[in-house]
């Protein structure tokens, strides 16, 4: 290898550097309104899911109680 080449890995981590810098340009990204928008729609549903496991296991729980399964 003659002394001005670089290594394989170190061309190779440039290159994917290089193309992830590429492709976040080509990003369309929300503006802070949506983004706030959207990460309340996702607390909204991350509580609708609690909710809703969180009522399905008291109820099994009751279920599986009544019919002497566990203690």
Known sequence: MASDEKPAGITRGRSFIHEVIVELKKTTWPTPKEAWRLTVV?????????????????????????LNLIK
């Open 42 to 66: 996702v607390l909204m549903v991350v509580v609708f899911v609690a909710v809703y496991v969180g009522v399905i296991d008291v109820v099994l729980t009751k279920v599986t109680k009544s």
